[in-house]
């Protein structure tokens, strides 16, 4: 057992510096990121993408972000659902009273059954735009953009190597439940991830038009379950670059309940199985940041009744500078993320001593409920996505089962008690 118990010991100690070496260069990225960013006359024409379909807490927020750019020559393209969609309301109160000239409407006309509500609602919006717009950019319903949102995007594929540029998501929920600190934890490790696979994220994200003229990546998404984490083999093929823009990590202050944390992060872990060539690596790493501290904990335990004290010395010391590791890890990175939150003046201020105390002992457990999402995603033939279900087939292929417009939890209940 000391022979299995010291394979245990250097096995965690090199995930530890593995990770840790990925998340200081990710951190060093965000610390030292400085561009310059366009001038007016050098911004050209850009449209900006939002699907709707259901009713977000922070849409008003988006829009009117949206409505506050300080980018020169731009237009707003918003597709809902169904005129029924609760977010067609949200929407027009939005708007009231506010110079919506930039701002065109339109509803999903026809859902593709050979993709995501998503992806026919981008299609949708991609082949309506004149030729005069140059790039496309798209956004959640639950991403606040700020005033420079649209020009750093502009600004990074201004490169004529670039084809698309995205940032990405840090969690700061306003009154954290476990379970939203749980995926803050969980999305804090995944982002260093989708940094060094070159994975976007269709929260912000931007795609010059050339590259659908250049390349078939229209149709893909017209066969696709998602938009964005495709986007970088795409983009290679045609010889272009995906740029992360570090001043875009966007803060989302949901909350949510581990069961919806739960069908999310199993969502994000299935686009990777179907669209991005490192699954195998995203597989190879959760099974080794699962697998290898649990069995040194089992081995320390066999170890301590067996009577071999070295090797529940061995494990346990291992287990401990692991987690260890893996929390101090965590600092660093909300440190960077809140200079460039505080940079664009948004509060930062949540994680109260308490909430601080509650992550270290999440963090341990964030790791089995991803592990259990991962195997879900694994084998995951049938999804549901915003009440809608899809099947997963062989090659990325989707069908969406069958079409129908949205409606809230509560008005479902409604009507299962008038039933």
């Keep these: 057992m000391i022979t299995l118990a010291y394979i245990l010991f250097w096995t965690l100690v090199t995930l530890v510096v593995v990770q840790g070496l990925l998340v200081l260069g990710f951190v060093w990225r965000l610390l030292h990121f400085r561009r310059e960013l366009l001038p ?36 707003v393209h918003v597709v809902v659902d169904h005129p029924d969609d609760p977010a067609n309301a949200t929407l027009s109160d939005s708007l009231a009273g506010c110079d919506s000239s930039k701002v065109h409407l339109q509803f999903l006309d026809h859902p593709r059954d050979t993709c995501s509500l998503k992806c026919s609602s981008v299609v949708q919006a991609v082949k309506s735009l004149d030729e005069s717009v140059e790039f496309i950019a798209q956004l959640d319903a639950d991403t606040i953009p700020h005033a420079t949102w649209l020009r750093e995007l502009a600004t990074a594929i201004s490169d004529d190597r670039v084809g698309a540029a995205t940032g990405n998501r840090w969690y700061m929920p306003e009154d954290p439940s476990m379970a939203s600190l749980i995926r803050y934890a969980w999305n804090a490790a995944a982002i260093v991830q989708m940094y060094w696979y070159r994975i976007a994220w269709g929260g912000t994200l931007a795609v010059k038009t050339r590259v659908f003229r250049e390349t078939d990546l229209l149709d893909k998404w017209s066969n696709a379950f998602c938009e964005d984490t495709m986007l970088y083999t795409q983009l290679k093929r045609a010889g272009f670059r995906l740029e992360f823009v570090p001043s875009l990590m966007m803060i989302n202050r949901e909350d949510c309940d581990l069961a919806g944390y739960f069908r999310w992060v199993r969502r994000q872990l299935l686009t990777a199985r179907l669209y991005h060539p490192a699954w195998g690596a995203v597989v190879g790493h959760g099974v080794l940041t699962t697998l290898s501290p649990l069995l040194a904990l089992v081995l320390a335990v066999v170890g301590l009744i067996a009577g071999q004290h070295e090797v529940a010395a061995w494990c346990f010391v291992g ?101």
């Excluded at 024409?45 to 300080?70: N, T």
């Excluded at 964030?366 to 996505?385: E, G, K």
């Design 40 to 75: 007016d006359e050098a911004c050209r024409k850009g449209a900006v993408i939002l699907s709707l379909r259901g009713g977000d807490p922070f849409l008003e927020k988006c829009i009117s972000g949206l409505l506050a750019q300080d980018y020169p020559n731009y237009e």
């Design 319 to 419: 287990v401990v500078f692991y987690q260890l590791a893996v929390t101090v890890m965590l600092p660093p990175m909300e440190y960077s993320v809140r200079r460039i939150a505080a940079a664009r003046g948004e509060p930062t201020r949540w994680l109260t001593l308490w909430n601080t105390l509650k992550c270290t002992f999440v963090i341990a457990g964030t790791q089995y409920v991803y592990c259990a999402a991962l195997c879900s995603a694994i084998r995951l033939r049938v999804v549901d996505w915003r009440g809608v279900k899809y099947e997963i087939h062989a090659q990325g292929r989707v069908k969406l089962v069958e079409y129908k417009p949205y409606e809230s939890a509560e008005k479902e209940d409604q009507k299962a008690v008038s039933l």
